[in-house]
Structures are given as structure tokens and as C-alpha cells.
């Protein structure tokens, strides 16, 4: 089973960046779908975005055009590039993959 351990969180203001990290353990990292998903105060967990293995992504609507996934398969990771950030996107950000879930980094987006 895949080991996830996210960084990256933090406060930013809106109209800021911050890069999220997920480091996954495993010696078959490069056969898992990835993905990051969030959870917003007395909201579901919902999909952000997600890569597969052979590298093709998909987005949120919420978030195409400002946030992009991506992977390095060497290092065993994955990040998450989020742009324009706007408040709404305050949220626990969880890394998924591998059936497995990491333990979420928060990102707030406040003035």
C-alpha cells in the first residue's frame, strides 16, 4: 500500500500562488492514477484534479485555467500548481492515490 505525505499549505492572499507537494512511497508509483481532492468546512470532499499514469490530467471546472497537476514518476511525487487563488478555494487539500489518502495540508485564501 502507497504511503502520501502532503506539504505545501498555507495562508495566501487572494490573487496569490502556492505549490502543493505530495511525496508517495511504493516501487510502483508510476502505475497509480494520482489525485488531489479538497474538503471545505461543512462541504463533501471533491475532486480538484487528477493525473493518470500515462500522463493525461482533468480538472475541476472550479479551477481550470488557474491550478495545474503534475508528477515527477523519479522522485515519486506529485504537485499541484494553484494560481489566482481565491477564497473559495480555502479547503483541505488531500493527495490520493494508490487507494490510499494522504493526511491533507490546509490552504487558506483570505485578505
Known amino acids: 500500500q502507497v504511503q502520501l505525505v502532503e506539504s505545501g499549505g498555507g495562508l495566501v492572499q487572494p490573487g496569490g500562488s502556492l505549490r502543493l507537494s505530495c511525496a508517495a512511497s511504493?516501487?510502483?508509483?508510476?502505475?497509480?492514477?494520482m489525485a488531489w481532492y479538497r474538503q471545505a468546512p461543512g462541504k463533501q470532499r471533491e475532486l480538484v484534479a487528477a493525473?493518470?499514469?500515462?500522463?493525461?490530467?482533468n480538472y475541476a471546472d472550479s479551477v481550470k485555467g488557474r491550478f495545474t497537476i503534475s508528477r515527477d514518476n523519479g522522485k515519486k511525487m506529485v504537485y499541484l500548481q494553484m494560481n489566482s487563488l481565491k477564497p473559495e478555494d480555502t479547503a483541505v487539500y488531500y493527495c490520493?492515490?494508490?487507494?490510499?489518502w494522504g493526511q491533507g495540508t490546509q490552504v487558506t485564501v483570505s485578505s
Open positions: 511504493g516501487s510502483i508509483f508510476s502505475l497509480y492514477d
Open positions: 490520493y492515490g494508490g487507494y490510499s
Open positions: 493525473i493518470r499514469s500515462g500522463g493525461s490530467t
